[in-house]
């Protein structure tokens, strides 16, 4: 994807997500002449199925409950909005690749064609070319983001909803180089393929626009100390610091580096720390830290907002908007197929999500969206997070990343910035 980058900046307002405060192709049924093929099935028909599979501990534990949640929503609303039943199946990864593919296992034997998840890179990796692509089940992630997971080996089952860290990375080295004249870096990064590829592409984006790097290291989760790794990455006084990592590593690296550093030094963090209660888990303003995450920017992102509120008596926090679409566009692909086939679902991906000439619905006219799935009509499902239009890899097309600066314990978006494929 060649980006073309805008950009908004939130001069006032806010808004309140997850306790946050925040300012501010085609596919198609065909016979063998290309004639498109009307299912139409019914409630009685069949029940779509639905598995879930988030790291609701470990971890990611924090943000992975609220992200399983907004991906069982639109079932929720489906059963409360029409004649049909969903079957739906939530599963815990753990943050681990071993627990996420033994869950994903057990979505395969109970016949589930399809599922929401994962959301760590190392574990939607492995679950992709050995469990999801050799079984024909489709997964589509709302917050796995590595750049291997383009050309991971899947037979065109993976898809997601979250971008790619190609972009995020090159977000952020632009951000610190030309935004805040920061020269030189040093990262500190999970040893996975999330955490490996992002520094990665921060690195070689940072030292094309002019920047040095000092060190790049990796490290291990759940240490008990993270001292040495600090005291490694930070020796040459680096400008910054940019880090890569979930909320429990994170939480005892930032308790850390407050014991031993500056505390206005700054740190730039990814999306995996975007969590409301970190500074009151590290007991830190963390007036110096500022880091950025996929926004949800879609045309229907206040909706979904206030379904969320509603259902679950909270506002929803980083990537449950790209959860809630991730879902909506698997359980519509079903409908269209009208069976619970993997490979004519992954198909009708395509036809739901990307613009093929029917009617646009979203998440506040889901219901109807439903009805005219399971009807064999076309239809462009446009969503909370963004537009939701998948290339040939089953990556977005277009995405925005929301700045984040934290402050007085609160976190505030100040900025957000738009791609678009060329």
Partial sequence: MSPTLNRRRFMQGTAAIGGISLAGLAGCIGDDDGEVVDPDISPDDYEPMLGILQPESGDLGDLGTPIADAAELPAILIERDTD???????????????????AAESLVAGGYPMMTGAAASNVSLPIAEDVAGPNEMVMCSPASTSPDLTTANDNGFFFRTAPSDALQGAVMAEIAF?????????????????????????????EELGGEIFEAE??????????SALESVLADEPDFLMLVAFPVSGVQIFRDFYSGWDDD???????????????????????NVMGTAPAAEGPEADAFAQFYEEEYGTGPGVFNAHAFDASSVLLLANLRAGENTGATIRDMMFDIANPNGGDTFGPSSLDEAVEVASSGEP??????????????????????????????????????LDFEAE
């Fill in 178 to 206: 030309e935004d805040r004249g920061w020269e030189t870096a040093s990262t500190l990064h999970l040893n996975d393929p999330y955490g490996q590829a992002l520094s990665d592409v921060f690195v070689d984006t940072y």
């Fill in 379 to 416: 239809l462009t499902y446009e969503g909370a997070s963004s537009i939701v239009e998948f290339d040939d890899e089953g990556d977005m097309t277009a995405v925005s990343y929301d700045v984040y600066e934290f402050g007085d314990w609160e976190i505030n978006v100040v900025d957000t």
């Fill in 265 to 287: 030094y700054p740190v730039m963090i990814t999306d995996g720390l975007i969590e409301s209660g970190l500074p009151d888990d590290v007991d830190n303003p963390m007036d």
């Fill in 84 to 102: 049909w039943n969903v079957d739906v199946q939530r599963e815990d990864s753990e943050t681990v690749p071993e627990a996420g593919i033994s």
């Fill in 218 to 227: 990796a490290f291990e989760p759940e240490q008990p100390s993270y001292v």
